[in-house]
């Protein structure tokens, strides 16, 4: 399985492992995926946050997303704007775009 480079510096991921738990990570900047139980769970996700198509912020930047004390948050890389308290990677990527708007 190939999968997309990271969005901000070009890296193609590492998998890395912890127990039972996969998770694709860029070696340079550190951007990542979700960490799971399932491998394929792990592979959407990193390519989730990896689009072509993912809404880069007004200052032209694209948002790093993170996970911290159970919650996801999205940062962008530049301005530092910033939305989060998501239950979900997805809701934070859909939380995101929303901000955008």
Not at 7 to 21: L, N, Q, T, V
Not at 39 to 58: H, I, K, Y
């Amino acid at each position: 399985m190939t999968l997309p480079s990271c969005i901000h510096c070009e890296y193609a991921p590492e998998r890395r492992e912890s127990g039972d738990r996969v998770m694709y990570i860029c070696p340079v900047c550190n951007g990542r995926g979700d960490a799971s139980t399932a491998e394929a769970w792990a592979a959407a996700s990193w390519c989730q946050v990896n689009r072509d198509d993912l809404s880069a912020c007004r200052c032209g930047h694209r948002a790093r997303f993170r996970a911290r004390d159970g919650q996801w948050w999205a940062c962008c890389t530049g301005c530092q704007h910033r939305v989060g308290g998501f239950m979900s990677l997805q809701g934070a990527v859909a939380g995101w775009a929303r901000s955008l708007r």
